[in-house]
């Protein structure tokens, strides 16, 4: 069953300034260490961080809760899975949280045209088969 649909469109314009502004500093508040390794690896850092968060940001609205409690930048992670389909990872308390309220997984599309950065996440409940969902563990 579906529990909440988040979606987010961010500038990456807006990043760039942030980027050209803060530097280090900006990923650090917005990526978790894996998806920092990640981001000073890719050939676009700017635009990987804008996917990051609105992909976060979208999360949070799919929670239900934006990022209050235990939901923030550093309690998520969205990383690639063997395919390079983005997954969401959890930290241990925002788990223990999503176990609580019955939330098993949230799935997350990211995408990017025209100078900017789109991202949309389903939160479900239940078994995979019975929410149809055949995809990577998130």
Wanted: aromatic fraction near 6%; hydrophobic fraction near 45%.
């Amino acid at each position: 069953m579906i529990m909440g649909v988040g979606t987010d469109l961010v500038s990456i314009e807006r990043m760039q300034r942030l980027w050209s502004r803060h530097g280090q500093r900006a990923l650090e508040r917005i990526l978790t260490d894996r998806e920092q390794a990640l981001a000073v690896a890719h050939r676009n850092p700017v635009r990987f961080l804008a996917m990051r968060f609105a992909g976060k940001e979208a999360v949070a609205k799919a929670l239900g809760t934006g990022f209050r409690g235990v939901v923030s930048l550093q309690a998520l992670s969205i990383l690639p899975d063997g395919f390079g389909k983005p997954t969401v990872l959890f930290s241990d308390d925002l788990r223990q949280e999503l176990e609580r309220r019955q939330i098993t997984g949230v799935e997350i599309s990211l995408a990017d045209a025209s100078g900017l950065a789109l991202a949309f996440a389903v939160a479900w409940s239940g078994s995979r088969g019975d929410s149809g969902h055949f995809g990577s563990n998130g």
